[in-house]
Antibody, heavy 119, light 107 residues
Framework: EVQLVESGGGLVQPGRSLRLSCEAS????????MHWVRQAPGKGLEWVTG????????GYADSVKGRFTISRDNAKNSLYLQMNSLSSEDTALYYC????????????WGQGTKVIVSS | DIQMTQSPSTLSASVGDRVTITCRAS??????LAWYQQKPGKAPNLLIY???SLESGVPSRFSGSRSGTEFALTISSLQPDDFATYYC?????????FGQGTKLEIK
């Protein structure tokens, strides 16, 4: 079964850091680009960042550029999101999503991990 | 950055109705557009990719179309399971962007 499982969310104070993880199973992880998408409470979807299969290409939303870093470890079938200088605007449910091949629409999603930034 | 303008934000319809949701890109994205369905408390689910290709397992009452930078998702005959929120997304270039969403409600 193709599956993505996120972890690492929680309550964090403004200005602090948090690292999210996404463990993949059921498919050849290093064949696919991967992404993080977030959804603030009661709001729509926001693409956050993406990374190519070989980690050579990354992209970021303007709202997180310079604060968040995406990375992956293909040997561990894992995707990561390092989040620094967090603010209340980063409070959201963070989803890990798999891009397709050759079409890169997001065909598999995890169930999300919740991040709450509050003092 | 490419902006995606989705409309309407809310749509009230009845079972059996034909409904259409539209999405306009601020610049050319070729056909690199996807549609997702999201139900409360659940992750989004891919319905349509490359503007008009139906994802495996998605009912054929869902269809997508493109005219230039205007895209549409049509549900030919609404079923009770279709009442949800729908999002378009461009994946032509980074940063990828989503539309604001359309909540499809029961009339």
């Amino acid at each position: 079964e193709v599956q993505l499982v996120e972890s690492g969310g929680g309550l964090v104070q403004p200005g602090r850091s948090l690292r999210l993880s996404c463990e993949a199973s059921g498919f050849t992880f290093d064949d696919y680009a991967m992404h993080w998408v977030r959804q603030a409470p009661g709001k729509g979807l926001e693409w956050v960042t993406g990374i190519s299969w070989g980690s050579d290409i990354t992209g970021y939303a303007d709202s997180v550029k310079g604060r968040f870093t995406i990375s992956r470890d293909n040997a561990k079938n894992s995707l990561y999101l390092q989040m620094n200088s967090l603010s209340s605007e980063d409070t959201a449910l963070y989803y890990c999503a798999k891009g397709g091949v050759p079409d890169e629409a997001f065909d598999v999603w995890g169930q999300g991990t919740k991040v709450i930034v509050s003092s | 950055d490419i902006q995606m303008t989705q409309s309407p934000s809310t749509l009230s319809a009845s079972v059996g109705d034909r409904v259409t949701i539209t999405c306009r890109a601020s610049q050319s994205i070729s056909s690199w557009l996807a549609w997702y369905q999201q139900k409360p408390g659940k992750a989004p689910n891919l319905l349509i990719y490359k503007a008009s290709s139906l994802e495996s397992g998605v009912p054929s009452r869902f269809s997508g179309s493109r005219s230039g930078t205007e895209f549409a998702l049509t549900i030919s005959s609404l079923q009770p399971d279709d009442f949800a929120t729908y999002y378009c997304q461009q994946y032509n270039s980074y940063p990828y962007t989503f539309g604001q969403g359309t909540k499809l409600e029961i009339k």
